[in-house]
């Protein structure tokens, strides 16, 4: 066989599921009283670049306003970012109309009480996506709604029920279900678990990681739990005023960060021993401002071991952590 014989038949590198390139989103804000300032630039999301390989599970945590959920938005097809692209599945996801990138990739939003519509039946609402869709007859759709409550833990027969006649839980995996009933690649999970009790958490997590050995799915897991992070993905990006500031994978990160926000977060997990209290991670009381990020690196007015540059110099990405100390 010759050499181009060989490289013929060599298998394609993989795909990545998704794959994000320099990607940003600025939002424009005018403060109430104030009609005759000029707008304010909100940078949520700054030069972001990540993938996340077909089959695997990227967490993404950070602070509420660091980004994350509007980073998934974009991802979701939901928001346009203002610079860079995204692709998922290998196409430019900007180039998809609705019902390809509904075909693509699916949410499982936050909280179960308002994602579902109360005055739907659980059928019609596991249903939409298809019906939606088309080209598929209601006894194909019938079929597949039960076919997809059963492989969530619930009884078909609930497909008569209103969501307000289920559980937290239930109504978590009737979500579960409307985001898979289109076999989906890729799933966006932005905290799916956050208002359920702990008990029910558990149920949950252990569920979507079943779904995704078996329906070999990609996660986008973006949670402030660290303990959940730790439990399901096998990447974490860690963000920062709209930026990652380490990645890294799930065993590495949690063993031994090398960013100072990233010690500061798992720091400040709280423990069951009596008597610790609250932990004191040295990060102060005021929160980050999107709309004043500080010259140099953004972290350094609450970092503990900031250096003289880090006020005025951008930190390099180094090994996945962006930091003059990596």
């Known amino acids: 066989m010759t050499a181009d014989s060989v490289a013929a038949v060599a298998p394609a590198a993989a795909t990545p599921a ?72 290998g196409r430019h996801l900007a180039t998809l109309d609705r019902r390809a990138r509904a075909a693509l990739i699916q949410p499982v939003f936050q909280d179960p009480y308002a994602s579902l519509n109360p005055r739907r039946r659980v059928g019609d609402i596991v249903a939409l996506p298809l019906v939606a869709h088309g080209q598929i007859t209601r006894r194909d759709i019938a079929a597949r709604v039960a076919e997809m409550l059963t492989r969530v833990g619930l009884a078909p027969e609930l497909a008569r029920r209103l969501p307000g006649e289920l559980s937290g839980g239930q109504r978590q995996r009737v979500a579960i279900a409307r985001a898979l009933v289109l076999k989906p690649s890729i799933v966006v999970c932005d905290e799916p678990t956050s208002a359920l009790d702990v008990s029910v958490q558990a149920q949950i997590l252990n569920l979507l990681a079943e779904l995704r050995r078996e329906l070999n799915l990609t996660y986008l897991f973006i949670s402030h739990n660290l303990a959940v992070v730790e439990h399901v993905a096998s990447e974490v990006a860690v963000m920062y005023l709209g930026r990652i500031v380490e990645r890294a994978d799930t065993e590495t990160l949690f063993r031994a960060p090398r960013h100072p926000y990233t010690k500061a977060l798992l720091a400040s997990v709280l423990t069951p021993e009596p008597g610790l209290g609250v932990p004191d991670v040295g990060l102060g009381d005021t929160l980050p401002d999107p709309t004043a990020i500080p010259a140099g690196c953004r972290f350094h007015p609450r970092c503990p071991v900031a250096l003289e540059k880090c006020r005025s110099i951008a930190p390099p990405v180094v090994d996945g952590v962006e930091c003059h100390l990596a």
Do not use: N, Q, Y
């Open 18 to 89: 998704i794959d994000i390139r320099a990607v940003r989103r600025i939002f424009r804000v005018r403060d109430a009283g104030r009609v005759w300032d000029a707008d304010r630039a909100v940078v949520a999301v700054d030069d972001v670049s990540l993938t996340v390989p077909a089959g695997g599970v990227l967490g993404v945590v950070g602070e509420s306003g660091c980004g994350k959920s509007t980073l998934a938005r974009m991802i979701l097809g939901l928001l346009a970012p203002t610079a860079g692209e995204i692709r998922v599945a």
